[in-house]
């Protein structure tokens, strides 16, 4: 039987990888673009989100290339919006129409859940090729995701040819590695060449975070390639969110992530569902690390961050950092997109200058009266050593 999934991204090498192990069939469909949108648009209801519109897009290419069995992943343990009933509704938009597949919903990354839901369709499916397919899978997201941290930074050192040639070197050798061992050892070696380029002192770079909703962030099509866009106009930038997330993976418990969502409850106090909250701490998280700006970008018919869009203004205030809001959806134009972007870092760029101004002119001050003190201690010492002198001579006149 022939499958297919969801892609977000890079995401196909990973989810490539998993196939592999497990042994299935996987079809291999093309990043998002205009045909993919304008199909969703055809049959998904009109104020369904766009992420609803474009994975609708890709169902109906991957029945197109014969696809029997459509995965998708619905995670509810992270609180995914409308995300954990997309395929439910999907499926019953299709069949309206004639065609005809199966559906499997990963609303949990537990090799024995998904083991389950795979046998269904493919007895030789065990749970052995599950977990180590769901491990070389999230170990291929990470590595990827330190690739294009890396490639933002080659960006603005050596400039986008070079760093094109880093991507697409690791990013091969990426997908051609299946090994939970090799993947392993392939950290150390992207970033031993990383380093034999220059590098960057981030200190004199501005400094903007995007956040938002997972889809927007990581998917370039969608999001008008934002990264490389703030990488031309010499901006260092960071995801709020990663591809991570979706994979579930978990570091263990952080300090510092604990702190981080106490301040956040203080702004919002319930899951509101997709990655609302997580939007929140991103924000809060990268004003406490001195970033110039913050740039939310989401689905315009997004409930989750539609909610967060009301709150962060409040958010921004009180840590004094400014935010530009940036709402996606098929009526996007790339020229406004392009215009509200460069303006902002243009005026985050005045900010900071007249913020440093300001800094220089209040050291500046205060050594000059740092000084001018002094000036007049020493005076002040000197005129009591000659009232002290004078005093003695009257003495000795006296006498």
């Known amino acids: 039987m022939k499958y297919a999934i969801y892609q977000v991204g890079t995401s196909e090498i990973a989810t490539n990888a998993f196939a592999r192990k497990i042994g299935i069939d996987l079809i291999t469909l093309s990043p998002p673009n205009k045909e993919t949108i304008s199909r969703g648009i055809l049959y998904a209801p009109e104020f369904s989100c766009f992420p609803f519109k474009i994975l609708l897009g890709s169902l109906l290419q991957a029945l197109d290339q014969g696809a029997q069995i459509f995965i998708i992943p619905t995670p509810k343990d992270i609180g995914a919006c409308q995300l954990a009933d997309f395929g439910m509704a999907q499926k019953y938009i299709l069949e309206k129409t004639g065609k005809t597949f199966e559906m499997i919903s990963l609303n949990s990354l537990n090799p024995a859940d998904v083991t389950k839901k795979f046998k269904i369709y493919d007895d030789s499916i065990t749970l052995k090729k ?49 090994t939970i061992v090799d993947l392993y050892m392939l950290n150390d070696k992207i970033y031993s060449d990383f380093k034999k380029y220059p590098q960057i002192d981030i200190k004199n770079f501005l400094k903007i975070a995007v956040v938002g909703d997972i889809y927007t962030i990581n998917e ?23 591809l991570n997330a979706f994979a579930g993976i978990n570091f263990g418990i952080n300090p510092e992530d604990i702190l981080l969502n106490n301040k956040a409850r203080v702004y919002l106090r319930h899951n509101v569902g997709a990655f609302a909250q997580e939007t929140i701490r991103s924000t809060i998280k990268y004003a406490d690390k001195g970033f110039d700006g913050i740039i939310h970008i989401y689905p315009f018919s997004c409930m989750p961050e539609i909610t967060v869009r009301n709150i962060l203004p409040k958010v921004s205030s009180d ?6 809001y940036l709402p ?23 900010r900071k200058s007249k913020n440093n101004f300001a800094s220089t002119n ?10 001018t003190n002094s000036n007049n201690a020493d005076n002040d010492n000197n005129n009591d050593t000659n009232i002290s002198k004078i005093n003695t001579n009257k003495s000795s006149n006296v006498e």
């Open 130 to 178: 599950v977990t180590e397919g769901l491990i070389v899978a999230a170990q291929k997201l990470s590595l990827m995701e330190e690739v294009e941290t890396f490639y933002r930074k080659i960006y603005l050192s050596s400039k986008k040819q070079k760093a094109e040639t880093f991507r697409t070197k690791w990013m091969k050798i990426i997908d051609k590695t299946d």
């Open 220 to 242: 370039q099509f969608i999001n008008n390639n934002i990264f490389e866009r703030l990488c031309d106009l010499g901006v260092y930038s960071e995801k709020g969110i990663s």
């Open 319 to 324: 840590y004094n950092i400014p935010i530009l």
């Open 328 to 350: 996606i959806d098929e009526q996007t134009g790339d020229a406004g997109f392009t215009t509200r972007v460069e303006a902002f870092v243009d005026l985050i760029n005045i």
């Open 362 to 371: 209040q050291n500046h001050n205060t050594k000059i009266e740092g000084n």
